[in-house]
């Protein structure tokens, strides 16, 4: 995985904290059987598992979905380390 490190100084804490940020390429993971409303936004987002093979961490290539997708997985290793700032979402994969 390609990472940057994004330092973020905070002047009212007198604090420098040290986040991470993935650079991902976005990738067609998406199953025929996602729904859309007529206007784009999504009614039913459902992933390819075939596709999304052995893929951890990933982007969609689609412009409404600018979140990364993690595997469960991931997702308890981060929760095991006690990171801040994510808000998780299930998402279903067929």
């Keep these: 995985m390609i990472f940057k490190s994004v330092p973020i100084i905070s002047m009212e804490r007198e604090k420098i904290l040290k ?3 993935l650079l991902l390429d976005g ?3 998406l199953s025929g059987k996602s729904e859309f409303y007529a206007n784009g936004s ?5 992933l390819d598992a075939a596709k999304i ?3 951890h961490i990933f982007l969609l290539d689609d412009r409404r ?3 990364p997708f993690v595997s469960l ?3 308890e290793s981060l929760l095991r380390r006690n990171v801040t700032g ?5 998402v279903e994969v067929e």
């Design 65 to 67: 979905f600018r979140n």
């Design 19 to 21: 986040y991470y940020t």
């Design 73 to 75: 997985e991931v997702m």
């Design 86 to 90: 994510i808000i998780w979402t299930e």
């Design 42 to 46: 999504v009614k039913r987002l459902v």
């Design 53 to 55: 093979g052995e893929h």
């Design 27 to 29: 990738m067609d993971m």
